[in-house]
């Protein structure tokens, strides 16, 4: 009797590779969080043959591919970084204070100095807002309108004291709950690899799709106005070691 399906199932990964082809000993399997949806695509070149009439006498089946992707809701460093990049993490965090609260500009020394969360460390200067308007960077002697910045410190003119500035910055900070990747640029070929199990079930039923190999093929972060950002994963499989590709199984026949 045939089966169906309902909602997006579930999707896991066990890492196998990091980037450079290592192989992981350990490996800590990633579920794909708050699965919206998901899909595998199994597709061949047809070959036909063709004689003097318009159809084709034969056709035999080329090269195959198999498409894979999932889109979820949920962020997790590890998945994004064992699926897709495969390089080193730590537990650190690089964020940005986009300041919506501003701070008077105070006489001299005519400074305000920024303090990053979580007794963070500045790193870059991401532009300060006056009245609305975008203030100008300046090496240093800022007139009205300008600002200049060390580490952190920011000047301003003295004709700006008592305005409301809007200083946005960016920082890292160490945190054991948080996870931070440095991407670096690898030779080409280089990529993580991983294995895939995707389960759809329903009313008892199940239904496993599993692919031995896989590599990653696209990562993305779309937002979008009064919605929940959805982040989009996509990968192919292919044959592993043994020429294995994986298995296809169903609870009915």
């Not at 036909?48 to 084709?56: A, D």
């Not at 920024?114 to 002697?141: C, E, K, R």
Request: aromatic share 12%.
């Amino acid at each position: 009797m045939p089966q169906f399906v309902f909602g997006p199932g579930n999707i896991y990964a066990i890492p196998l590779t990091t980037y450079d082809g290592t192989a992981i000993t350990v490996p800590t399997p990633v579920q794909i969080g708050t699965l919206q949806g998901g899909s595998i695509d199994f597709s061949w070149d047809i070959k036909e043959l063709y004689g003097q009439r318009q159809f084709p006498v034969a056709a035999g089946r080329g090269k195959g591919k198999i498409a894979g992707k999932a889109t979820f809701a949920q962020f997790n460093a590890a998945a994004v970084n064992s699926l897709v990049f495969g390089q080193t993490q730590t537990s650190a965090l690089c964020a940005i204070v986009n300041d919506v609260t501003g701070t008077a500009i105070p006489t001299t020394p005519f400074q305000i100095t920024v303090t990053p969360p979580l007794s963070g460390t500045y790193l870059n200067d991401l532009g300060v807002v006056m009245n609305g308007i975008p203030m100008t960077q300046v090496a240093s002697g800022p007139t009205t309108g300008q600002y200049s910045h060390t580490a952190g410190v920011y000047t301003f003119a003295t004709a700006d004291v008592g305005q409301i500035v809007f200083i946005n910055y960016s920082y890292t900070a160490v945190a054991a709950t948080a996870a931070d990747l440095i991407i670096s640029n690898p030779f080409m070929g280089y990529a993580p690899t991983f294995s895939v199990s995707f389960s759809i079930n329903y009313n008892g039923k199940n239904g496993t799709i599993i692919l031995n190999s896989c590599t990653s093929s696209k990562f993305s972060v779309a937002t979008k106005l009064d919605d929940f950002a959805i982040p989009e994963f996509d990968f192919t499989g292919y044959a592993d070691a043994n020429q294995k590709v994986g298995r296809i199984s169903f609870s009915d026949k």
